[in-house]
Structure formats: structure tokens, C-alpha cells
């Protein structure tokens, strides 16, 4: 097996006297689409928190293509590829479609003052647009690149959320439930998009409590209960395990 593109050791974080993560461990291979699930509490943004530089660890490493970058700040982690998005859509209502997705583009388009006075960084502009543009397309966002986010329905705005992620050009990309307060049209349409990511070269990472979503979607799953983990497996395996029958799963309408 390759090196994980994503690897957990030993990782905890403390709040205080509260153990939100306890000396956590996982891989996530390249390539893949790879699911983080658990109950209410049991630590999953805060896993999520410290691997993309929201938080710094209490303690354990998180590796990245074979680097520690523990600590590291979240601007520094989107440099080097490792783009996260949020539980809530997180766009610029204000700003156009392409508008938002030409901000997804900014490590593209850095440029000093002087270059930007004297208009000497037209080509990197240029560039960020027809980026923007292509990544538009690739998620069927086109016809809707002159309308403000605001307008647009919430579907749409969390496939945008994911076409401006893309346009940092991330090697892993970690939603954070990318499927809530979709409909099932919504919900198999976002699936759709993330299989298409993954194609397209991307290692997909999802924290999401959509049972049925994340069965469907992913390849392994990692389980988590009261910050630590609980087990890991294909979709069939977990699904059939009786800790997590017990400790999450429940019956089909507990699951949450």
C-alpha cells in the first residue's frame, strides 16, 4: 500500500479538562473517499479543526504527504494543498457566482502593489477568471456565474462552496457535511459531484450524518465515540459492526 496522503498519530485535543480528541489514529489513502462518522460529541470537527489549522493539537502529530504539519496555519495547509470546507456554507452572499470562485483562485493570482498600480498583473487575472470559468463548467455552475450566491438555491450553494474549494487546486479536500438541509435530489446530485472530484484527481475526506450518503459514497469509514476511535472499515463492515450498531447507528431513525 502507498504512503497515506493523510495520517492522524496519537492526535488529542484538550479544551480545559474536556478531551474532545483522545490520542487518535488513521490513514486516509490517495485517492480515495474516505468517511468520518460518529455520534453527537464524539469529536469529529474538532478532529476536523486540528487537521486543517483551526486548532493546534493538544498533543500527536497530523501528517501530511509525509510532512508533519501540525500547528500549521490554515492559509499555509491551502498552500500546500490541503483545502477544507464548513459545516456552513461559507460564501460572499454579495459576490457573484464566479466572483466567489475567482476568490478560490487567490494563491493563483498573487501579485505585489506595484504590479497591480501599473496593471502589469492583467495575466494573472485573466488567468484566475478562466479557471474560475472552467471550474464553473465542471460543476454545471455556468449558467449561474452572473447571479449573486445569495440567489441561488441551497443546492447550488453548497456545490459552489465545493466548486470554490476546488479552485485552490487541493490534493485532499475535507467537507464538513457537505449533504445538510439537502432534499434526496439534492443529496444524490452532491454525491455525484464528489465521485466527480475524486475522478478528477482529488482525495475526498467528509464528516457528514447522512447514513445513507455516506454509506453510498464512501470507500472506508472511520468511526468515532467520545473523541477517540471506535473503528474503521469498508461501508459493510461498519454497518455490521455491533459496537457501532450500539454506540451510533442505533436503529435507521437514530441515525444522526
Partial sequence: MTQPILEVRDLSRHFGGLVAVDKLNF???LGTIHGLIGPNGAGKTTTFNVISGFYAPTSGQVIYKGDDVSGMKTSALADIGLIRTFQGTTLFKEFTVIDNVRVGCHHMAKASFFSRITGLDRHIESAATAKAEETLEFFALSEFKDELAAN???GHQRALGMAVALAADPQIILLDEPFTGMNPEETRHMMKLAH???DHGVTVM???H???AIMGLCERITVMNFGALLTEGT???VRSNPAVIEAYLGSA???A
Fill in 196 to 198: 466527480d472530484v475524486r
Fill in 206 to 208: 467528509l464528516v457528514e
Fill in 27 to 29: 490513514s486516509v489513502q
Fill in 253 to 255: 431513525g437514530d441515525a
Fill in 235 to 237: 461501508p459493510d463492515e
Fill in 152 to 154: 441561488l438555491p441551497h
Fill in 210 to 212: 447522512d447514513m445513507q
